[in-house]
C-alpha cells in the first residue's frame, strides 16, 4: 500500500513529539499487527513492514501448508496455497499480503488507536533510550514532592522517580520545586515500557562524576580517577593517578588556588574533599590516604589479606585517626586495606588502633582533631 500523505503526517507527528522516526514506524508496526491480528483470533500471524524509501506499507499473513486443516487462522490447504505459491507443498510456508481494501479497512475501523498505540511505543521506546544513556551519570531533577518518611520525588524527563531519604546527604534539606543534581547508580527494566532509576546524592560515583565534568584533564584523558570513598555531606576521599610523568593529577584536580575543588565543594554543600595520589605500591597509596596526616612508615603484615600498620607521630595520631574514626576509615575504604595505626611513642605492648573499610565505625581517642 503506497501512502505519501501516510507518511508525511507521521514524520510531522514525529518533529511535533521529539520522537526519531524509526521509532515511531517500529511503534506504528506493532500497533497495526496487534489490530490485525484480532482478525485472526489473536494468532502470531500477521507481519507489518514500513518502507520509508519508497513511501509502502505492507501487512501480510504467513500460514502454513499442511494436509488437514486443523486451523484456519494459522494453516491452509495445498489446494489454496497453490493460488498463492504454485507448486506449493506440505509444510511451505506462505506468505499473503493483504490487499489495500483490507488494510483501510481495519486502519478505518481502529486508526486512532493505531495511532494512539504507535506513539505510546515510540515514546517508550524514546524513554528507554533516553534513562540507558543516563546510567551513571549526573542529571538536574526537579523535586516534585517531599514523602512524610523524607523521601523526595522527583521528575526525570517524563517520568517520576523516588530518591530515598537514604540516599539523601544527611542534613540536607530538599523542598518541593528545588532544581538538585543525582547520581543516576542503576536503571532497571528496559525491557518494559516504563524503566526504573535507582538514584542517589550520596553514592560515591556523584563525587567521580563531578571530578570528570569539572577537570579538563580528566576528560582528555590524561587523569583518572582510580578510586573514591564517600561519608555523604561530611568527607570525601579522592585517589587520581596521571598517564603522563609531567601532568600532576592531585594539582589538575584541585585547580589554581583549589578553584576546581571548590566548585565541587559547593556543589555538595559544603563536603570535604580531600584529593590523594593513587599508587600501585600499597605502602604509598596508604600513606597518601591519610592524608592530611604525616605518616612515618608503613608496613604490610599480610599482603593477601590487604593489612598493614601505619606509624605516625604522637602528636599527630588523632589527625590520622580524624573525628570519630573518618579520616583512618576512609583510608580504608579507598585503598580496600585494613588499617593498624600507632604512635611512634607507644610501647610494643600497647595495641595499634585498628580500621579497616567494612566496619562503620572504629576505635578512635576521646578527643580527635577534626580536619
Known sequence: MVNPEFFEALRLLAKEKGIALDALYDGIQRAIVTAVRGDYNNKDVVFCEILPVTKEMKVYVRKTVVSELADPDTDMLPEEAEHHKPGAQVG?????????KEVSRIAAEKGKHVLRQGLREAEHGKLREEFQSR????????????????????????VEE?????EQV???VITAGDLIKVYVADIKGLDRKYPRATISRAHPGLVKRLFELEVPEIKEGLVEVKAVAREAGSRSKVAV??????????????????????????????EKIDVVKYSDDPAEFVAAALAPA????????????????ITVPDSKLSLAIGNKGQNARLAARLTTWKIDIKSDLAQPAEPAIALEAALPEAAQPEEAEDE
Do not use: F, Y
Open 92 to 100: 511451505d510456508i506462505i506468505e499473503m499480503e493483504l490487499d489495500t
Open 135 to 158: 546510567e551513571q551519570e549526573i542529571v538536574t531533577v526537579k523535586v516534585q514532592r517531599v514523602e512524610p518518611n523524607g523521601d523526595a520525588v522527583v521528575e526525570i524527563g517524563k
Open 162 to 166: 523516588t530518591l530515598p531519604l537514604a
Open 294 to 309: 604525616e605518616v612515618i612508615s608503613v608496613t604490610v603484615i599480610d599482603g593477601d589479606e590487604h593489612t598493614c600498620r
Open 170 to 172: 544527611p542534613g540536607e
Open 241 to 270: 593517578a596521571s598517564s603522563e610523568p609531567d601532568v600532576d593529577p592531585v594539582g589538575a584536580c584541585i585547580g589554581a588556588r583549589g578553584s576546581r575543588v571548590e566548585r565541587i565543594v559547593d556543589i555538595l554543600g559544603g
